[in-house]
Structures are given as C-alpha cells and as structure tokens.
C-alpha cells in the first residue's frame, strides 16, 4: 500500500470504553473473539492493528491470534471504509460487458486500488463477484445506488455527484 493511503487511527474515548465493555461480555465464552470482532468492527467500521492489539490485550491471547481470524473471515475489513462506499461488479456478466475498465476508471480517478479508502475518507473500493443484476452490466454499486449499464466515461460524473452528499 502507498504511504499517501494510509489513513492513521483515530479511535476516541467512548468507542475504546464501548470496546471493552464488549470485551468484558464475551471474555469467559468460548468461541467470544468471534462477536467482539463483529462488535469492534460496527464501532469502528474496520479492525485497525490498534483495535486488534486491544482485543488481544483484553483477551489474554496473541495478536496473531486476533489477526488470523480477522483476516480468514471477508466480513471483517483491516482497512477503513470510505463515507461513500463504491462496488464493482466483477461477476461474468458484467466482466464479459467490461466492467474491469470500470473498475479501472474508478481507480484512476480516485488514485487508489481497489481495497483501499481515500485519504480524505470520502471514498473506499472494492469489487464483488456479482450483484445480481446481471441484465444491467456493466454494474456499479454507490452506497445503495445501482448503475448499470456503464462506460468509463460516464464514472467521473457519478464520482462527482458524490463530493456534496
């Protein structure tokens, strides 16, 4: 990941305090990482190395314990997510319709990789394998928006529709 995509943790009070509580609820069950990281995960949006290492100190086991299931799991997200979410559909349907050039378009004008979140945490990318709405490919998914039927060139005007929401 490139230096200018690392966004730095900014964990408040209330939420490490949330944290704990959640920590201290689940401690003495078995199989409890599971829904503190579900927990930490909701009151953060992601699992940042600071919020892993939290878990792991309030549980008594290893960081890499932590890490290891949060990373087996595609629920749980390492990185943030942006205000605005953007998906792109990768399934056959739409990749046959060109929905990598899509992808590619976001990418360029965003200045970032698919996973990954804007500096300015507006926006965050990921694909997906299918949305199920294989007769508007090529698909992408804004927040709760579907657009379908896209070309590169019509990405930089939905991205824009974005920056005052």
């Excluded at 920590?23 to 953060?44: C, E, F, S, T, V």
């Amino acid at each position: 990941m490139n230096e200018k995509n690392l966004i730095p943790f900014n964990g408040t009070e209330v939420q490490e305090k949330e944290l704990m509580e959640v920590i201290a609820a689940h401690r003495d069950q078995d199989g409890g990482l599971m829904p503190i990281l579900q927990k930490a995960q909701g009151i953060y949006g992601y699992l940042p190395i600071e919020v892993q290492t939290m878990i792991a100190d309030g549980l008594g086991i290893s960081l890499s314990e932590v890490y290891g299931v949060a990373t087996f799991y595609s629920q749980f997200s390492l990185t943030p997510k942006g205000e605005h979410r953007i998906s792109v559909c990768l399934g056959t349907a739409c990749y046959v319709k060109g929905s990598d050039k899509i992808l590619e378009a976001v990418e360029s004008k965003l200045g970032i990789k698919s996973g990954e979140c804007t500096p300015d945490g507006k926006f965050s990318i990921d694909s997906c394998r299918c949305v199920g709405a294989c007769g508007l490919a090529p698909v992408m998914l804004v927040d709760e928006d579907v657009y379908g039927k896209l070309t590169p060139d019509q990405v930089d005007g939905i991205l824009k529709s974005y920056l005052d929401k």
